[in-house]
């Protein structure tokens, strides 16, 4: 077929979707895409323009990517990179409209099930099918998805196996399925260990892991362990790489608490002691490091009462709540410990839980439970 009648059948088929009947995308057949012949000059080109295609719509440059794609679909209709680099431009134009164009969107997928029909083993045009998957809502589609591309991409490169591993890795985790999520990000990591949400994700995995132990007693703790101190080493690197991130700080320190409390359980009190001092360090350091922080002068609370230092314990709730008055943890705990009398000039309980239903009343935390139960206390019943 002449280059410019290809050219002109391609746009006709991009342009279609903006009128008429909307394409049915699983009517997509490569097989009806005739082969052609390149010199060895045009697939030099064409392998360039491909690259540039892709590069932009990794990038988000959809403009770019269009015009490249197209280029490269010029020189030859069966490129499954550019295929799915066109689908993926044409949802992107779908979701401009409110509400989304049916037409584009699946013209979209169409394009992007016929890249995956030309080139099963395709890494990329696997890595753009589920992200289209996610993008329109399907995320269980989309982690499976990733999941068998993965499978048929068994021998492309690392880096393009790479983004297939943290897509998969990410969806299952979005889908709160950690257990699945966790080889998928700790083989993203190994090939790249400089992503600090990757990292946070990891550790958030063997936390997650870590609080329920499977198997026998004795081995499912000590192995629940071992997910504990390997998800706080996990948090350490994100706070490495990204240190201003509040959220790994704290839970490195949960990371650090959870693996003293199994070790606890197993009667280890040396690597108890060893591990609950590391959480009480790392608190300490985040409390310092983030002033507005109100959870982390809550947690060294918290900390501070299981090792009985009630006066130490109720400073803290006190300096937790001079940076989010709110606080609902904080009121509590340092009501409950006014109540106990162990300490000496505290805030009157009652005072604190007039203050935690005022809370409650205008933001919600408490359940309906507990609500009522303070209400009685406040009462006096």
Same mark, same amino acid.
């Given at each position: ?13 991009v ?32 392998? %360039? ?13 959809? /403009?770019?990517? %269009? ?46 099930l ?27 589609? /989309? ?5 068998d ?43 790249r260990?400089?992503?600090s ?17 499977q ?80 959870e ?54 009652? %005072? ?6 005022a ?23």
């Amino acid at each position: 077929m002449p280059r410019l009648c290809r050219t002109v059948l391609l746009l006709a088929v991009v342009s279609c979707a903006c009128r008429g009947v909307s394409i049915r995308p699983e009517s997509a057949d490569a097989s009806t895409i005739a082969a052609v012949d390149l010199t060895a000059n045009e697939r030099r080109v064409l392998a %360039e323009t491909v690259d540039r295609a892709v590069d932009a719509v990794v990038r988000r440059r959809y /403009a770019e990517a %269009e015009v490249a794609a197209n280029e490269a679909l010029a020189l030859d209709p069966r490129s499954a990179r550019a295929r799915a680099t066109i689908g993926m431009v044409l949802f992107q134009k779908s979701a401009a409209s409110d509400p989304p164009d049916l037409f584009l969107a699946n013209a979209g997928e169409r394009e992007i099930l016929l890249a995956m029909e030309i080139a099963p083993e395709d890494a990329f045009a696997g890595w753009l099918h589920a992200v289209f998957l996610a993008l329109s809502g399907h995320m269980s589609a /989309a982690a499976q998805a990733a999941e068998d591309a993965l499978v048929r991409a068994e021998k492309a490169p690392a880096t393009e196996r790479a983004a297939l591993l943290g897509i998969a890795g990410t969806y299952r985790y979005e889908l709160g399925e950690e257990r699945a999520a966790l080889p998928h990000l700790q083989a993203y990591v190994a090939l790249r260990p400089d992503d600090s949400a990757a990292c946070f994700r990891v550790g958030s995995c063997l936390l997650r892991k870590s609080a329920v132990p499977q198997g026998a007693k004795a081995d499912a703790i000590l192995a629940a362990q071992r997910d504990a101190e390997n998800a706080a080493s996990a948090f350490a690197r994100c706070c490495e790489l990204a240190p201003g991130d509040e959220d790994g700080a704290l839970a490195g320190v949960a990371a650090w608490k959870r693996a003293a409390d199994l070790a606890h359980q197993r009667g280890d009190t040396v690597v108890y002691e060893r591990h609950f001092a590391e959480a009480e360090k790392l608190c300490h350091s985040a409390a310092a490091r983030f002033p507005s922080n109100a959870e982390a002068m809550f947690r060294l609370g918290v900390l501070a009462e299981e090792r009985k230092a009630f006066p130490a314990a109720a400073a803290a709730y006190a300096q937790a709540l001079g940076r989010n008055g709110d606080h609902l943890g904080s009121l509590l705990n340092l009501a409950a410990l006014s109540e106990s009398g162990a300490l000496v000039g505290a805030p009157a309980a009652r %005072e604190l839980w007039s203050r935690a239903l005022a809370v409650d009343a205008r933001r919600g935390g408490l359940s309906a439970d507990e609500r009522r139960r303070l209400e009685a206390r406040v009462r006096g019943s």
